[in-house]
């Protein structure tokens, strides 16, 4: 996982995501003193996105090809998010929907895609680690959005900190662009490589212990 195309941008977009973006959402209808169930409403109407992507990432997939389906697809998506801060009392609350079901739906078909693709890709051999790594980078990046978040909001104001924050959630499609706009399709079968497959043969009487150092070296 540590060469060829996109690798490095999936990860890296991943985290770029989930750290501006975990904490900020709610924080659009609360800036404009909704009651709590109206707060519940939008955010479970936005959330509808999601359900329209999981749906339609198998499809975009196989037409726009797995690689542009990532970067094409957050690149158009993402910047609906700009829409949040503009939330306001009456019809804008409708605005805080758009900007929030757009992105949500851009996020699952990236999901849909680069996991399935990860699962089809990784040797069984290394695929826990590698799911392990991408939770890393992905739910360790949340509690840094909530600080960052956090204390923008305390320095400048909600709604200036809200602009901040999704202005630098589109370095993730950005980063896909540029790891993957020559890219019709990730990859589908990696060749055999030695960095996964030891030399049982020159273990010897160490054994798993051998082969553990030396596929972790």
């Given at each position: 996982?540590?060469?060829?195309p ?16 975990s904490?900020?959402?709610?924080a659009?209808p609360?800036s404009?003193h909704?009651q709590p169930g109206?707060?519940?409403l ?13 749906l ?6 196989r037409?726009l ?6 970067w ?13 801060p ?11 929907v758009a900007g929030?079901?757009?992105?949500m ?7 849909v ?5 990860r ?9 826990g ?30 709604r200036?900190a ?20 020559r890219?019709?399709d990730?990859?589908?079968?990696r ?6 497959m030891?030399d ?18």
């Amino acid at each position: 996982m540590r060469s060829g195309p996109g690798r490095g941008g999936i990860a890296s977009a991943t985290g770029s995501w989930w750290c501006d973006t975990s904490s900020v959402r709610p924080a659009g209808p609360r800036s404009v003193h909704l009651q709590p169930g109206a707060v519940g409403l939008l955010l479970a109407a936005g959330s509808l996105g999601s359900v329209i992507g999981a749906l339609t990432a198998r499809a975009l997939g196989r037409r726009l090809g797995t690689a542009r389906a990532l970067w094409l697809v957050s690149t158009l998506t993402a910047p609906f998010g700009l829409l949040i801060p503009l939330t306001g009392p009456g019809w804008r609350q409708l605005v805080f929907v758009a900007g929030t079901a757009v992105p949500m739906a851009g996020i699952l078909v990236y999901n849909v895609t680069a996991v399935a693709w990860r699962q089809a890709y990784c040797p069984p051999q290394i695929l826990g680690r590698v799911v392990a790594s991408m939770r890393f980078v992905l739910f360790g990046t949340i509690p840094l959005g909530a600080l960052l978040g956090g204390a923008l909001a305390t320095a400048i104001g909600v709604r200036d900190a809200l602009w901040l924050l999704l202005a630098g959630n589109l370095s993730a499609p950005a980063v896909l662009a540029g790891s993957l706009r020559r890219t019709r399709d990730l990859p589908e079968h990696r060749p055999l490589a030695s960095w996964w497959m030891p030399d049982r043969a020159g273990c010897g009487a160490e054994g798993p212990t051998c082969m553990w150092r030396t596929m972790v070296a």
